[in-house]
């Protein structure tokens, strides 16, 4: 007996902008769990930016999603049925089963998650992936120290909301940058950075040099690099000798957008070199082992309330695209959730 499911498939390889005909939502015949398999029901869809990357068929970390295949994504679901040993009926788990309503895994791929320590769909974001990147960033690429100055950008989103309040916790002077009025008056008023820069009202990355030198009025000692473009070109500048920056993300040059903002080469490699500063890229995959560490120190942060988080949440599989295309473009305002199913 088959589960009648809904999926979300790519149905076109983006030409530069992903657009909604790349994305298409259909009806699959879910199968039942082989041995050592569990049917999962999917309650929450986590949407993450590089996902973009996954439709491009390019030379990556990570395989491209085929045409026709489901698109990749964590969710946090309900057992259905299970023949693995370590789940029963009822469990709340997480892996990575795609942006499918129903899906069928490999138990060894699941985690469980209590209920009862945080609200489910955390996994997906300050007690998950992106959670864990921001800490492994501050922590593991940075090397943070009390009293210096950090930068971090797209500073209210998923990432950057728990590396600003990090950073907060570890006594250093935060500076965020993020889209608009709202997302800078929740970054100060609530993650607690000490400034936040509106990139909106920055007309290039000289504005937003100017801008970082005020907030920053002793120079920048470590850049959390989440997006690019005139962001990097405004920070570069301001960076102190020996400053360090972890390259996280470049969403603004995303799918080939806004190539003309940034740096210009030269003037990004002569600060490298004038500033002997360190720039060290990190794909989170590799950090994996440090999740129980991240777990033990953060989960507690946010159990009191030191590490506060915010969700965009979109109902129904079917309005997944659409929501994925809107936070590329910062439409979202912390972790981007899709609630697929109900939480029991
Ligand atoms: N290295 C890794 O292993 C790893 C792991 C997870 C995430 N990441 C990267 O970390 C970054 C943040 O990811 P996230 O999941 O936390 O997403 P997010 O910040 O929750 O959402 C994306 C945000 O990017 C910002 N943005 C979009 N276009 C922009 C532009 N042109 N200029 C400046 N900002 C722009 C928007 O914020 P504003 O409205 O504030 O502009 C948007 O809300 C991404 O670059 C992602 O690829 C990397």
Not at 101 to 120: S, T
Request: hydrophobic share 40%.
């Amino acid at each position: 007996m088959t589960t009648e499911a809904t999926r979300v498939v790519l149905s076109a390889r983006p030409q530069g902008a992903a657009t909604l005909d790349d994305l298409r939502h259909e009806p699959f015949e879910c199968p039942d769990p082989g041995d050592g398999q569990v049917l999962l029901r999917t309650i929450w869809l986590s949407l993450d930016p590089y996902m973009r990357g996954r439709m491009d068929d390019a030379k990556s970390y990570a395989t491209p999603v085929g045409l026709g295949e489901v698109m990749t994504g964590q969710t946090v679901g309900e057992v259905i049925a299970s023949r693995h040993k370590d789940f029963a009926p009822g469990d709340i788990a997480t892996g990575m089963t795609g942006w499918t309503d129903h899906a069928v895994i490999d138990g060894g791929e699941l985690r469980k998650i209590d209920p009862e320590v945080a609200p489910i769909q955390t996994a997906l974001g300050v007690l998950g992936m992106p959670g864990l990147t921001a800490w492994t960033g501050v922590n593991h690429i940075l090397r943070v120290e009390s009293g210096k100055t950090l930068v971090v950008s797209a500073a209210t989103g998923a990432v950057g909301s728990v590396a600003g309040q990090l950073a907060k916790a570890k006594g250093l002077h935060s500076v965020g940058v993020a889209g608009g009025p709202e997302k800078c008056a929740f970054a100060t008023d609530e993650l607690g950075y000490d400034a936040c820069i509106d990139h909106h009202a920055q007309a290039d990355g000289k504005a937003m040099a100017a801008a970082i030198a005020d907030a920053a009025s002793d120079g920048v000692d470590y850049y959390f690099e989440n997006v690019g473009g005139k962001t990097l070109a405004g920070v570069i500048g301001n960076m102190n000798d020996h400053g360090a920056i972890a390259i996280c993300g470049m969403i603004a040059w995303y799918g080939g957008k806004n190539l003309d903002e940034g740096p210009q080469m030269p003037m990004l490699w002569r600060n490298m070199l004038t500033r002997k500063l360190r720039a060290e890229g990190f794909i989170i995959y590799d950090h994996w082992h440090r999740f129980p560490d991240f777990l033990n120190e953060v989960a507690p942060m946010v159990a009191d309330g030191r590490v506060s988080y915010r969700e965009s949440v979109t109902e129904g599989l079917e309005n997944a695209p659409a929501a994925f295309l809107d936070m590329l473009q910062g439409g979202n305002f912390g972790k981007t959730l899709v609630r697929v199913g109900a939480d029991p």
